[in-house]
């Protein structure tokens, strides 16, 4: 079936510097893929969608500059945080539509990213 | 807009007890319907979806039948195990690739 690769899993990072998460459809392209962040007990809040070769489009109330979202290839997908502050230390979660014909959305594992 | 309702957590059951996990959505239009499981520190897999009213998703002993005259969409398995305890999450999407529209999950605890 349909993987995506998310990593880090982990990242620690000081208050102030850039954190780059990448996601990887590994044997499908992916077009679209949302990018979801969940605070603990708590529901995933979309916080952006991207396509490959357009600008990605965010949701009320995130920060663009903040959330830099690229859409590289069909293949590859980035969240990069910058300037990171305490306040960003979330579980970023990215997702994949389904191909054409197939069952479901495809979820990445997640990365925990703590700013100290 | 469209949004998704579920019950408040944490659940706690003993197992092989009966899980019914409610889940209630607004929708302009007529969407699909899933139910995610997320268990810990892990990401999302899907565990039923239904696509059109009247339609039950199944898969692991879980159900769920599309309500359209009562916009709902219940988690329903007759016999819990340990092994299910995870965070769910129903939510709905349009269309093939929209976006999926998550209720607030609900946390569910089994104890032998």
């Known amino acids: 079936g349909a993987v995506v690769s998310q990593h880090p899993s982990r990242v620690i990072c000081k208050s102030g510097t850039s954190v780059k998460i990448e996601c990887r459809s590994l044997?499908?392209?992916?077009?679209?893929m949302f990018w979801y962040r969940q605070f603990p007990k708590q529901s995933l809040m979309l916080m952006a969608t991207?396509?490959?070769?357009?600008?990605?489009?965010?949701e009320q109330g995130v920060e663009k500059d903040k959330f830099l979202i690229n859409h590289a290839s069909l293949t590859l997908s980035t969240l990069t945080v910058t300037s990171a502050h305490p306040e960003d230390s979330s579980f970023y979660i990215c997702?994949?539509?389904?191909?054409?014909?197939?069952?479901?959305?495809?979820f990445g594992s997640g990365t925990r990213l703590t700013v100290v | 807009g469209d949004s998704v309702t579920q019950m408040e957590g944490p659940v706690t059951l003993s197992e092989e007890a009966f899980l019914t996990i409610n889940c209630t959505y607004t929708?302009?239009?007529?969407?699909?319907l899933f139910w995610y499981v997320q268990y810990p520190g892990e990401g999302l897999q899907l565990l039923l979806k239904?696509?059109?009213?009247?339609d039950k998703g199944s898969n692991k002993g879980f159900e769920a039948t599309y309500r359209k005259e009562t916009t709902s969409f219940h988690l329903e398995k007759g016999s819990v195990q340990v092994s299910d305890s995870a965070v769910y999450f129903c939510?709905?999407?349009?269309?093939?690739?929209?976006?999926?529209?998550f209720g607030q999950g609900t946390e569910l605890s089994v104890k032998p």
């Open positions: 997702s994949a539509p389904p191909e054409q014909g197939l069952y479901g959305y495809t």
């Open positions: 044997d499908f392209q992916a077009t679209t």
């Open positions: 991207s396509n490959e070769g357009s600008k990605a489009t965010y």
């Open positions: 929708a302009t239009g007529y969407p699909s």
């Open positions: 239904a696509t059109k009213a009247d």
């Open positions: 939510a709905l999407a349009y269309n093939q690739g929209g976006k999926l529209i």
